[in-house]
């Protein structure tokens, strides 16, 4: 059997030109890179920050326990009075976003399901088609081979003979 794609392929690490394709690849990435960070959490229990700007110049900032108290660590102080301008831009960002950590949860259980029905239905495709090559006689006639066809009669002939048996024993009590 031929396969239809070629799968994954390796991509070459440039800069994509093409700005509709850029936009999507950057935001399943980042995707990609939040649920990986909190994955990182949650096995290691370690503290993160994220900060990431899109090609747009959005910021997207994801941290645990938070954005304020890494930020806060970071620059040496408990709170983060004092920062910058765009630090602060980024903080508020957070505050404003909803729960981060609790979205990428729910992502991760949204694919976990979509995985299992994802092999549910293959395994009912599968057996769908394995049903199929076993029950040869509901296909069309069209599509037998001359063994099938003179089976197929000689099956018929058969069920006949009992039909027209057990017409006859009710007939004649």
Same mark, same amino acid.
């Given at each position: 059997?031929?396969?239809?794609?070629?799968?994954?392929?390796?991509?070459?690490?440039?800069?994509?030109?093409?700005?509709?394709?850029?936009?999507?690849?950057?935001?399943?990435?980042?995707?990609?890179?939040?649920?990986?960070?909190?994955?990182?959490?949650?096995?290691?229990?370690?503290?993160?920050?994220?900060?990431?700007?899109?090609?747009?110049?959005?910021?997207?900032?994801?941290?645990?326990?938070?954005?304020?108290?890494?930020?806060?660590?970071?620059?040496?102080?408990?709170?983060?009075?004092?920062?910058?301008?765009?630090?602060?831009?980024?903080?508020?960002?957070?505050?404003?976003?909803?729960?981060?950590?609790?979205?990428?949860?729910?992502?991760?259980?949204?694919?976990?399901?979509?995985?299992?029905?994802?092999? /549910?239905? #293959?395994?009912?495709?599968? *057996?769908?088609?394995?049903?199929?090559? =076993?029950?040869?006689? &509901?296909? %069309? $006639?069209?599509?037998?081979?001359?063994?099938?066809?003179? /089976?197929? #009669?000689?099956?018929?002939? *058969?069920?006949?003979?009992?039909?027209? =048996?057990?017409?006859? &024993?009710? %007939? $004649?009590?």
């Amino acid at each position: 059997m031929v396969k239809a794609n070629k799968g994954r392929q390796r991509i070459t690490m440039a800069k994509m030109k093409n700005e509709s394709n850029l936009k999507v690849t950057f935001c399943k990435r980042k995707s990609g890179l939040f649920k990986k960070f909190s994955e990182l959490i949650t096995l290691c229990g370690a503290e993160v920050l994220l900060l990431v700007f899109s090609p747009t110049n959005r910021v997207f900032s994801y941290g645990h326990p938070s954005v304020e108290e890494i930020v806060g660590r970071l620059f040496g102080s408990s709170s983060p009075t004092g920062l910058s301008s765009e630090t602060q831009q980024m903080i508020e960002s957070y505050r404003s976003s909803t729960n981060i950590r609790e979205l990428n949860s729910n992502v991760m259980q949204v694919e976990e399901l979509m995985e299992v029905e994802e092999q /549910h239905a #293959k395994q009912i495709n599968h *057996n769908k088609k394995v049903g199929q090559d =076993q029950r040869w006689w &509901e296909r %069309s $006639n069209k599509e037998m081979n001359y063994q099938q066809l003179e /089976h197929l #009669k000689m099956s018929l002939l *058969n069920l006949n003979a009992i039909v027209t =048996q057990k017409m006859l &024993e009710f %007939s $004649n009590p």
